[in-house]
């Protein structure tokens, strides 16, 4: 990658219009399977309640410009739980989200927290082996209803050598 990435883990609500727009962009593709995704229906009054409830977004830069995002909160079982990670279309296969990822691990590490967790839809093949080639196993799976009222199977992922605590 030739520009260098800007990731503000915690960009809290003067981030949310940037987090609505790649989220939009990065999931749109899933309308196409029959499954449309629930990140269709986040809106900037959705985000703000949930950055209300405890969730933080993290957004990643390229020359200012917002190219991925992710959500993210405390885990019950004592990790940091990220979800609707996205990478605008133009912007893959560059690493941002491997370097999402560690910044993510990182502040989950720097909190104290045993590492990251997350759920991942198990027909998306290639971003399970994404995952795991960054570190995060399978630990379940289940299925879990979208925000779009969907039954969509998930596989449950987490850090393989969570820190210790």
Known sequence: MSAPLAIEVDAGPDGVAEVIAVMHAAFAEYAATGLASG????????LLEE???????AIVRVEGHAVASAKHHPAADGSLYFGRL???PGARGR???GALV??????AHAQGRTGLSCLVRASESANIA???AWGMRITGRSER???TGAVISVVEMADTAPLQG
Not at 39 to 46: D, H, L, Q, S, V
Not at 102 to 107: D, G, P, Q, T
């Open 102 to 107: 560690r910044a993510l691990r990182a502040h």
């Open 39 to 46: 990140a269709m229906t986040e809106t900037r009054a959705t």
């Open 86 to 88: 996205g990478v605008v």
């Open 51 to 57: 950055i209300a409830g405890g969730t933080s977004v």
């Open 95 to 97: 690493g941002i989200a």
């Open 130 to 132: 994404l995952y795991q």
């Open 145 to 147: 209803v979208s925000r």
